[in-house]
Every structure is written in C-alpha cells, then in structure tokens.
C-alpha cells in the first residue's frame, strides 16, 4: 500500500501561481510513477501530468502545457506540481496518484490515490 496526502490548494486569483505537494508513505516511493489528475465540477477526473519513477520523463495534458511542472523529490518522498498562470478553467479538486511503472505515461489507470485538494481560481 502507498499512502498519499496532497497539500498546497487554495483560492487564487487568475494569473498567479500554486504548488500542490503530494507526500507519500508506505512503500518505496522512488518504485512508483507519479501522477496529477484534476476533477472539475460536472466533469469526469483526467490526468493532467504525469512523471517516471526516475524524473527524467514526464507527461503534460495540453491544457496544462507550458505553465505546470511535475516534479519528485525521492529523497522527501514528495511529489510537487507547479502552477504558474492559473486561470479560472483550472478551478478542480487535484489528485495525486500513484501506479506501478507500466503502460504509456499518459495511462489514466492508476492504484492508489490521494484525498484530494481544492484549486480555486477566480477571474
């Protein structure tokens, strides 16, 4: 079992920036791809970046391209997202996730979750 806890959400304005921290427990965490999803209201949950056991690949949705970064620390046993140019569209409950390394990076079909952590953005 890994256990996730995702931290970092609040409300923002259009424009600025968030890091969502995603800290992990259980087994080894340096085994596992790691990845974000999001879940807006009325809408079904999508990954939006995803990254290798190793950091050195990772994967981006293309509405989040260019102004999210995914990254791990395997030594905290952390996974942090950077959000920079949040818009209102953005506005979602974030997941961390994790699964074992197989499959296309982008694969939505993870094992173990988070509880989730709200990302408000106003216009």
């Known amino acids: 079992q890994v256990q996730l806890v995702e931290s970092g959400g609040g409300l923002v304005q259009a424009g600025d920036s968030l890091r969502l921290s995603c800290a992990a427990s259980?087994?080894?965490?340096?085994?596992?791809?790691m990845g974000w999803f999001r879940q807006a209201p009325g809408k079904e949950r999508e990954l939006v970046a995803a990254?290798?056991?190793?950091?050195?690949?990772?994967y981006y949705a293309g509405s989040v391209q260019g102004r999210f970064t995914i990254s791990r620390d395997d030594v905290k046993n952390t996974m942090y997202f950077q959000m920079n140019g949040l818009k209102p569209e953005d506005t979602a409950v974030y997941y961390c996730?994790?699964?074992?390394?197989?499959?296309?990076?982008?694969?939505?079909?993870?094992?173990?979750w988070g509880q989730g952590t709200q990302v408000t953005v106003s216009s």
């Open positions: 259980g087994r080894t965490f340096s085994n596992y791809r």
């Open positions: 996730a994790a699964k074992w390394p197989l499959g296309p990076m982008k694969a939505p079909n993870y094992d173990y």
């Open positions: 990254i290798s056991t190793s950091g050195g690949v990772t």
